[in-house]
């Protein structure tokens, strides 16, 4: 089975820190992968695609990196309103697997 | 402006079926590859079907294969998902999700809110 998996499960930081969650691939999937943000109540909200891009409207305080099979995304000041689960998901082909989520908190 | 609106769920028993439905407006539906991703109550997210923008081709999570049933109505702008044999595990919040692009090799970049199917006797 495909697996990605996403680490921290959680972490708290203060506002103002820098917060990296990672994700690595079972096997390679170039540059395919996503990250989205999910509130509680909603949808997921798509952040991050091609393991770089930012999607259009969000902050750009939010990056991502890597490819193959190692990816980063990265919040260089965490702010409250960031307070969310945080998924990756490779979209190369099928399975389209999400990572088990990342659980950021404020301190 | 995208909008995704799931219905048809609901309480179901154990071994039977459901149909939900996604009604989509503000982009040219026919263009992309819609899918379906599931959230279990208080886990994470899992994906479990994607049909092709011409519906030709549909894949399925291997926890649903043989048993849930894509299919798509360009006319209606709208998406479908058949629940056969329904199980315990399938209970859900059900998103409908629309491909960035055109092709099945895309991420989401609209989503519905879901719909909340619980399979128990």
């Known amino acids: 089975d495909f697996q990605m998996t996403q680490s921290p499960s959680s972490l708290s930081a203060s506002v103002g820190d820098r917060v990296t969650v990672t994700c690595r691939a079972s096997q390679g999937i170039s540059n395919y992968l996503a990250w989205y943000q999910q509130k509680p109540g909603k949808g997921p909200r798509l952040l991050i695609y091609?393991?770089?891009t930012l999607q259009s409207g969000v902050p750009s305080r939010f990056s991502g990196s890597g490819s193959g099979t190692d990816f980063t995304l990265t919040i260089s000041s965490l702010q409250p309103e960031d307070v969310a689960i945080y998924y990756c998901?490779?979209?190369?082909?099928?399975?389209?697997?999400f990572g088990q989520g990342t659980k950021v908190e404020i301190k | 402006e995208v909008q995704l609106l799931e219905s048809g769920g609901g309480l179901e028993q154990p071994g039977w079926s459901l149909r939900l439905s996604c009604a989509a407006s503000?982009?040219?539906?026919?263009?992309?590859?819609m899918s379906w991703v599931r959230q279990a109550p208080g886990k994470g997210l899992e994906w479990v079907s994607t049909?092709?923008?011409?519906?030709?081709?549909?894949y399925y999570a291997d926890s649903v294969r043989g048993r849930f049933t894509i299919s798509r109505d360009d006319s209606k702008s709208t998406l479908y998902l058949q629940m056969n044999s329904l199980r315990a595990e399938d209970t859900a919040l059900y998103f409908c999700?629309?491909?960035?692009?055109?092709?099945?090799?895309?991420?989401?970049?609209?989503w519905g809110q879901g719909t909340l199917v619980t399979v128990s006797s």
């Open positions: 998901q490779k979209y190369n082909s099928a399975p389209w697997t």
């Open positions: 503000g982009f040219t539906f026919s263009a992309y590859a």
């Open positions: 091609g393991a770089s």
């Open positions: 999700a629309k491909g960035r692009s055109g092709s099945t090799a895309s991420c989401y970049n609209y």
């Open positions: 049909i092709s923008d011409s519906g030709g081709s549909t």
